[in-house]
């Protein structure tokens, strides 16, 4: 089977640890274990027998994930390596070739390149810019049919930030109802919402519901590779076989560092710290943006540590990008990995001065290519 290249991971990879500013990411600085652990904790993990973890994750650890979706129980999650194994296994569980699914764009391509892969007919949701980056309700009921097996939708949106609106939400659940087709839900950036108002899970709205998530994005640890799936009993238990084939199981690290994490105090604390970046950073990069000489054009986020801002210069967003990293040592994503060239996606979450520097040696070169 062949698959496309994942251009942005790719690029990320392959960039994010050699530039001197990073500015790439989509979520925040991320936390040391120093930052949140307590004495027992450390004594906990220091002593851990690094064995096998249970391979759909401990009962301790889905017990504190259950928590966070009411009604359910620890049978209906399986734990996963990153929310990206989550998204993998079920595109990989679920799709068969020639099978119809939508695709919110712009996204994180993952889920549009495995759908590819496996054979099924993609048809995009796409977010406006002139409505704010919300779906257009009438676009949508068009596209879903009798076939439709599967809407995909991630929210709150990379790269855009925005978040789905009720009647949006409510839309997208009472269409796949009348068809039955599943919903599957990437919520990675649940709980980074600059208002502090948590967006609402589609867990719960509706019997046929997959949720995703993790804490790479809003809990600023991806380093330990932790995600998760939400669904129906039956289904996660059809899926977790599948998991059986790719990681086994996340590392038993993960398993009871993410446990740590869930603990209601230490959770709070973890939420409270991205949403204080955001705030922080976030005036400033727009700022920056605005005072541009007119070259952005952007429509506020309301997640992530993202915003993704049009420009209106005669080049192309990979050729600035790479431009940028070669000259300036600055890495941003290009709006072409989310298949919209003339954007530019900056992430906001690392520390201010850092995030600052990276930005003037940008305005240097949009300075020149102005001029010019
Ligand atoms: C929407 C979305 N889902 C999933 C991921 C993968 O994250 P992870 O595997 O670290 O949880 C990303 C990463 O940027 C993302 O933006």
């Not at 129980?73 to 020639?98: K, V």
């Not at 257009?136 to 949106?157: F, M, R």
């Not at 039955?180 to 509706?206: C, H, L, M």
């Not at 605005?290 to 054009?297: L, T």
């Amino acid at each position: 089977m062949k698959i496309e290249h994942f251009e942005m991971e790719r690029m990320q990879s392959t960039w994010e640890n050699v530039v001197d500013y990073n500015l790439s990411e989509s979520g925040v600085h991320p936390l040391t274990l120093e930052e949140f652990l307590n004495p027992e904790e450390v004594k906990e993990i220091m002593t851990e027998v690094l064995g096998y973890s249970q391979t759909n994750g401990t009962p301790e650890l889905r017990a504190e994930i259950a928590k966070l979706y009411p009604g359910i129980s620890i049978e209906q999650i399986l734990f996963t390596a990153g929310s990206s194994e989550a998204n993998f296994l079920l595109m990989w569980s679920n799709i068969e070739p020639g099978d119809e699914v939508i695709f919110m764009a712009p996204n994180y391509m993952q889920m549009w390149g495995l759908m590819r892969a496996f054979g099924a007919k993609v048809k995009p949701l796409y977010l406006r810019e002139s409505l704010n980056w919300a779906p257009d309700l009438d676009e949508l009921k068009k596209l879903v049919t009798k076939k439709t097996k599967i809407i995909t939708v991630t929210n709150p949106n990379n790269p855009t930030g925005a978040v789905l609106s009720q009647e949006a939400m409510d839309t997208i659940v009472n269409l796949a109802q009348k068809v039955g087709a599943w919903i599957v839900a990437d919520e990675v950036y649940q709980g980074a919402e600059r208002n502090r108002v948590t967006t609402p899970s589609f867990w719960g709205k509706y019997d046929k519901v997959f949720v995703v998530n993790g804490l790479s994005k809003a809990y600023g640890l991806p380093g330990l590779r932790v995600g998760w799936i939400v669904g129906p009993e039956d289904a996660i238990k059809r899926t977790w076989p599948y998991h059986d084939y790719t990681t086994i199981s996340p590392s038993i690290l993960s398993d009871t560092l993410a446990r740590m994490v869930l603990r209601a105090d230490n959770r709070e604390k973890i939420l409270k710290r991205t949403r204080d970046i955001l705030n922080k950073n976030y005036p400033v990069l727009e700022s920056w943006l605005k005072k541009q000489d007119g070259i952005f054009h952007f429509i506020p986020p309301l997640a992530g540590a993202i915003c993704f801002a049009r420009y209106n210069l005669k080049m192309n967003s990979t050729e600035l990008a790479e431009k940028l990293i070669h000259e300036k040592s600055v890495l941003i994503v290009p709006g072409d990995h989310f298949m919209m060239d003339h954007y530019l996606r900056f992430g906001y979450g690392p520390e201010q001065g850092y995030m600052l520097a990276g930005l003037s040696r940008v305005e240097e070169t949009l300075r020149k290519l102005k001029a010019s």
